[in-house]
């Protein structure tokens, strides 16, 4: 039996689909730029950050890390030469730690689930987690050479985002 949630998404998704007309968009996106940001419910990454369907890969997790394998699949296989990181205001990986999470995990799954040393990538100051995740990007060798990087932080309490590095 389809839960709530899932009655929902049938059905918002045959309204989508009713009206639905840019099936001939080309697979790479048009503008050759990907966004890395929190997977967080409160950022709307295409109203706040003016990106229309096709022009741009959007990679969402918790807290915004660069996921590398995501990026080199967009860069070397679909053609993207700029990378935009959003962190934001407010986010939860602000408030634990990798022990925390741990502690957590243990207690809901089970202890030994996940190895001590999982790190579950939480950052204590949201604008050096800009800079470090930018300048880490930036090392990284696979990425395609001369690779504009750019590092924000976008405000779930204003709508405004602001250019960190």
């Known amino acids: 039996m389809a839960t709530e949630n899932q009655k929902n998404f049938i059905s918002k998704n045959k309204e989508y689909a009713s009206t639905f007309d840019q099936g001939h968009l080309a697979l790479p996106p048009a503008k050759k730029y990907l966004v890395v940001t929190c997977m967080d419910a409160r950022i709307d990454t295409a109203r706040a950050f003016g990106i229309d369907l096709g022009d741009a890969h959007v990679i969402r997790n918790a807290g915004g890390n660069p996921d590398l394998r995501s990026i080199l699949i967009?860069?070397?296989?679909?053609?993207?030469?700029?990378?935009?990181?959003?962190?934001?205001?407010?986010?939860?990986?602000?408030?634990?730690?990798?022990?925390?999470?741990?502690?957590?995990?243990?207690?809901?799954?089970?202890?030994?689930?996940?190895?001590?040393?999982?790190?579950?990538?939480?950052?204590?100051?949201?604008?050096?987690?800009?800079?470090?995740?930018?300048?880490?990007?930036?090392?990284?060798s696979a990425l395609v050479e001369r690779t504009n990087i750019s590092g924000w932080v976008y405000e779930v309490e204003t709508g405004k985002a602001k250019q960190i590095v």
């Open 74 to 140: 967009s860069q070397h296989l679909l053609g993207t030469r700029e990378i935009i990181l959003v962190k934001h205001t407010g986010c939860g990986m602000l408030t634990f730690t990798n022990a925390d999470a741990l502690k957590l995990v243990a207690q809901n799954a089970g202890a030994g689930i996940l190895s001590s040393t999982f790190d579950f990538q939480p950052f204590a100051d949201l604008e050096q987690a800009v800079k470090d995740d930018v300048a880490w990007l930036k090392e990284q």
